[in-house]
């Protein structure tokens, strides 16, 4: 291979290569490694992983008019190294974030000190569509509201910047384990010699977190991954860390209540459950409280977790902590709560709620992504360099008439990575999600699934987008 | 998972035994063998029920057809096609309960035969076909044979396999049966396909001979308890995971099935051998086996919520 026509720009920070074209220090043997390596053999290599998430059925499944589609998540070869001190930065700063997010919930829900002190306008958390008033009062088990976190991370030359936290189902880690077995399967000497720290032990960290958190300090406590069911789009995800926590995979129908308590039907009768790790939405998850017409839930769920006899994770009412309105607030939080400074930055943004944010949004279409902000998955989103007059126009209309619903963020020139393109190598821009677990104590997997414009030029990174994966090496000291 | 695998099995023998068929059988076998499998099935044929014709003229068209249908029909739920997804798209439910190498092999194999149609078979060798599906669900089976742990999942994984054979079985001397009666009389090659099918010629030849006598061939296929697809054996072994699992926690239901199986047991052992109406105690299994899948589904999964937390 050679990086002849590899469009270095030196605008844009590369994750492999300096502005003059030398490989930064950490990437410098997978550089040699690439230009040893023929055509032909990553070639084979990348086929090898694709085959590997076919052969394994590792994708996701989208339901159309006509027949279920299984869709298998394209994956870059090419992994993206990360040396070991940019690690540790990130390391503490997403345990940093974590720690405020959860103290901010649990004031929202108990007291609302930040909102009295005028850290965080009251409109915004109450007029959040994820505020919950089901759970004013409740008090989680070690005051972990969030125990699962995903975030989402942006690096340009100016370093590392969340772009958001991803709390209420974060997806994703199943990609990141199963990218990693079919990367290294493909790649083993250089896996070898790289000094590549593992991820593979992540079930064994998410399950040491959801036994922390069992209600009263249970020991042992009995453990169920709460699905929406196999017409999910990520019912592999689920059925994946069922397998790899050791907890039976239910659905709503498999769980009842009585007295206050929640038991599972199993092939020997009811069998109590202390600890659900739920991956359905909170407005599904018990119709007594929530929506009556969901058929998802379990009735009287809610009511088990706020006496303490279950507990929820994450628990519901969370989202008022990822809502798009509300991020540019963390910094503000981590100050608050924590009395230290944030150690990873936040992206500057725009509440188009605020009238002179409005107006700027408005004035510079052409500069911004504009966000709704009860949206997700790159959906609903406006990328104003990249869309004709036409479409910033319309835009902007649907912007003024309900300027809350939306946030606006500057075009970040974020990271490229080489991949492998129709046999070449090419850069395309990437994300990084780390998985974050807030039990007793904070725990990060040294690694992420790192997501990638596949398309030339793009900015978005969603899988439902065109979006693909790439696995995320951290090296050893 | 169990029942559907079972059932592309037996399919997949059945349309072996009739593809190879049309290379040089007479056109009365290709006939009863198509008969056979759309009465064990239930279904009507595509154009409508099928007739003996009156000369050897039935064509390779006709057959194309049927086997179209039978095989890829997306539309009927019997077809290979559908039998052999379903079993796969429930073995995607319950990853976490089965073996990789299990899924693997159920993964794999659908994803060759996923975008297969009847034109891609029928002119190579479709009988090359129907044997190697056969063979992956028989790769199936070892493979969960060597991996797979022996809790309830490997118990249910085999109770829906018996069920299978415990009602695809009796249907299909059922069906045999009434071709007899029809054709005043039977046809040696219509009960040693049928010998074949049910992988029990080579045992047959063994006991009884090279001739195949109805009787001898009905007794063996109905009473056998060696047999691995006999109608005694399948009860049997649905007993016995019976007995491995326990009456479950919907208990009225599970005794209920499990007092069901010992009458159906002893119906096969004890009134079989006298009896002058066999046909009689076969519709009484089949029937009495279909109800079998709803006993256990209340026994185990449905049941009343009456019982109290232990």
Excluded at chain 1, 272 to 294: E, G, H, N
Excluded at chain 1, 325 to 331: D, E, F, K, W
Excluded at chain 2, 102 to 120: F, K, T, V
Excluded at chain 2, 241 to 260: H, I, K, M, V
Aim: net charge negative.
């Amino acid at each position: 291979m050679n990086f002849d026509s590899y469009n270095l720009d030196a605008a844009i920070y590369d994750e492999m290569l300096l502005p003059d074209g030398s490989p930064r220090e950490h990437s410098q043997q997978l550089y040699e490694m690439l230009l040893s390596i023929s055509p032909e053999r990553l070639s084979s290599v990348q086929e090898g992983v694709a085959r590997s998430f076919l052969h394994e059925g590792i994708f996701f499944t989208v339901y159309g008019d006509e027949e279920a589609q299984e869709r298998i998540i394209p994956v870059d070869c090419v992994p993206r190294v990360l040396s070991a001190p940019e690690w540790t930065l990130l390391d503490s700063g997403l345990a940093q974030r974590l720690r405020a997010l959860n103290r901010f919930i649990d004031d929202v829900y108990n007291g609302a000190h930040a909102i009295a002190d005028g850290v965080i306008p009251e409109e915004l958390v109450i007029g959040c569509p994820n505020y919950r008033p089901e759970m004013l009062g409740y008090s989680p088990p070690e005051g972990v509201w969030v125990a699962i976190c995903g975030s989402d991370l942006l690096r340009t030359h100016d370093g590392f910047f969340v772009l958001e936290d991803n709390l209420r189902s974060p997806s994703g880690v199943s990609y990141m384990i199963a990218t990693r077995n079919a990367v290294k399967a493909g790649l083993r000497r250089l896996y070898r010699a790289s000094r590549v720290r593992e991820v593979e032990h992540y079930g064994n960290l998410l399950r040491q977190t959801l036994c922390e958190l069992g209600p009263g300090g249970k020991p042992d406590p009995t453990i169920v991954l709460l699905s929406p069911g196999v017409y999910n789009a990520a019912f592999y995800e689920h059925m994946f860390l069922a397998h790899e926590i050791g907890a039976e995979l239910v659905e709503g129908r498999d769980l009842l209540t009585r007295d206050g308590f929640v038991y599972m039907r199993t092939t020997a009768g009811l069998r109590r459950v202390d600890v659900i790790y739920r991956r359905v939405d909170d407005l599904f998850l018990d119709p007594f409280a929530f929506r009556p017409d969901s058929m998802l839930g379990v009735p009287g769920l809610l009511d088990a977790c706020k006496r303490g006899n279950v507990t929820l994770v994450n628990a519901p009412g969370v989202g008022v902590a990822d809502d798009k309105s509300v991020y540019p607030y963390v910094p503000d939080m981590i100050r608050y709560y924590l009395g230290e400074e944030p150690i990873l930055g936040n992206v500057e943004t725009y509440l188009c709620r605020r009238p002179a944010d409005l107006e700027y949004t408005l004035d510079n279409l052409d500069k911004l992504v504009v966000k709704r902000v009860g949206e997700s998955g790159g959906y609903g989103m406006l990328v104003g360099p990249h869309a004709t007059p036409q479409e910033r126009d319309e835009y902007a209309e649907q912007v003024r008439a309900a300027p809350a619903d939306f946030i606006a963020q500057p075009v970040l020139t974020f990271s490229r990575a080489p991949c492998l393109v129709d046999g070449e190598l090419e850069p395309r821009h990437v994300d990084l999600r780390p998985f974050i677990l807030q039990g007793r104590e904070t725990r990060i997997v040294p690694g992420a699934f790192c997501r990638v414009a596949l398309r030339r030029g793009s900015l978005v990174v969603n899988s439902s987008q065109g979006g693909g994966g790439k696995d995320v090496w951290v090296l050893e000291e | 998972m169990g029942r559907y695998l079972e059932r592309t099995e037996c399919m997949c023998r059945l349309l072996q035994l009739q593809t190879e068929a049309l290379v040089d059988r007479p056109a009365r076998d290709i006939y009863v063998g198509w008969r056979r499998l759309y009465g064990v099935l239930r279904r009507i044929p595509p154009g409508g029920a099928l007739a003996l014709p009156d000369g050897d003229d039935f064509t390779l068209a006709d057959s194309y057809t049927l086997a179209g249908d039978l095989t890829f029909e997306r539309s009927n739920p019997d077809s290979v096609w559908n039998c052999f997804a379903q079993g796969r798209e429930n073995a995607r439910q319950m990853r976490h309960c089965i073996s990789g190498e299990m899924w693997q092999r159920l993964n794999l194999a659908y994803l060759r035969l996923r975008d297969m149609e009847i034109e891609d078979i029928w002119l190579a060798l479709p009988e090359g076909f129907y044997a190697g599906l056969a063979a992956e669900t028989d790769a199936f089976d070892g493979a969960a044979q060597a991996t797979m742990y022996r809790d309830e999942g490997w118990s249910f994984l085999r109770l829906g396999g018996f069920i299978e054979r415990a009602q695809f079985a009796p249907a299909l001397l059922l069906q045999q049966l009434a071709i007899d009666a029809e054709s005043d009389g039977y046809a040696e090659e219509d009960w040693a396909s049928l010998l074949e099918a049910s992988h029990a010629l080579e045992v047959y030849n063994r006991r009884y001979g090279a001739a195949v006598h109805p009787a001898a061939a009905l007794d063996l296929l109905a009473t056998d308890p060696l047999l691995p697809g006999s109608v005694y054996r399948s009860l049997k072994q649905i007993s016995g995971e019976f007995a491995t699992l326990g009456a479950g926690p919907g208990a009225d239901s599970g005794y209920a099935a499990q007092r069901l199986i010992g009458r159906l047991l002893s119906l096969m052992q004890n009134e079989w051998p006298d009896s002058r109406d066999r046909e009689g105690l076969l519709r009484r299994v089949l029937s009495e086996a279909t109800n079998l899948h709803f006993m256990i589904n209340e026994a185990y999964f449905d049941y009343p919520l009456t019982v109290r937390a232990g």
